[in-house]
Structure formats: structure tokens, C-alpha cells
Nanobody, 127 residues
Framework: VQLVESGGGLVQPGGSLRLSCAASGFTFSTSAMSWVRQAPGKGLQWVSVIYNDGRTYYRDSVKGRFTISRDNAKNTVYLQMNSLKPEDTAVYYC??????????????????????WGQGTQVTVSS
């Protein structure tokens, strides 16, 4: 299994970046994929998830600004990030979702366990 992220960099507040994750070594089209980030000095935080049926979910702080998508023909998952804020600064990882949980209050799903991770790509939002 190999997951290779790209597209990170330095961007000013309000700017945009598009992250890509090229996957190989497993059946990508049937796998749920997630973006997870780790800010300096903080723990891992899931950002978004896309299931094999196309359903997508986001953490509240990125809703309306980030969009996850996948191209099964290219075995690639993307994260389009718009209106970036300094608090989005983190290393962003692509991961294969092993299991998910349902938030019964909101009717959404979120990743609970992961199988494999990429090496990460740094996103820095600063003026």
C-alpha cells in the first residue's frame, strides 16, 4: 500500500490550495478515504472523508470551505481548500479508512480507525 500526498505549501489567509493523494497497492475504488491533519503541538484531527459510494462528510470548522473528491480512474483523492485560515496550518495526511462511526445527533459519519497513512504534506497559512 502506498499513499503519496502533494500540493501543500505556503499560502496567504483567504487563499486556496488543492491537495492530491495518489494511491496504489489496494482496491482504491472500494475504499473509504480521508484527509487528516496535525497542527503544530496538537493531536490528529480528521478533516474530511469520502466513501466509495460518493458520500462526503466534513468537520464543522471546514464545512463550506473544503471539498473532498476522488477519481477512481486515477486512484487519486483530492482536497480543495478555499478561504484558508491560519488555523488550517498543519501537516495534512491522506489515509485509508478502516471503520467509521455515526454521529446520531447530526446524521453524519466520521472515520474511527485507519489502515494506512501517507507521509503528509505541509500546509502553512500565513501573511
Amino acid at each position: 500500500v502506498q499513499l503519496v500526498e502533494s500540493g501543500g505549501g505556503l499560502v496567504q489567509p483567504g487563499g486556496s490550495l488543492r491537495l492530491s493523494c495518489a494511491a496504489s497497492g489496494f482496491t482504491f475504488s472500494t475504499s473509504a478515504m480521508s484527509w487528516v491533519r496535525q497542527a503544530p503541538g496538537k493531536g490528529l484531527q480528521w478533516v474530511s472523508v469520502i466513501y466509495n459510494d460518493g458520500r462526503t462528510y466534513y468537520r464543522d470548522s471546514v464545512k463550506g470551505r473544503f471539498t473532498i473528491s476522488r477519481d477512481n480512474a486515477k486512484n487519486t483523492v483530492y482536497l480543495q481548500m478555499n478561504s484558508l485560515k491560519p488555523e488550517d496550518t498543519a501537516v495534512y495526511y491522506c489515509a485509508i479508512v478502516k471503520s467509521s462511526r455515526a454521529d446520531l445527533n447530526s446524521g453524519t459519519y466520521y472515520p474511527y480507525e485507519y489502515d494506512s497513512w501517507g507521509q503528509g504534506t505541509q500546509v502553512t497559512v500565513s501573511s
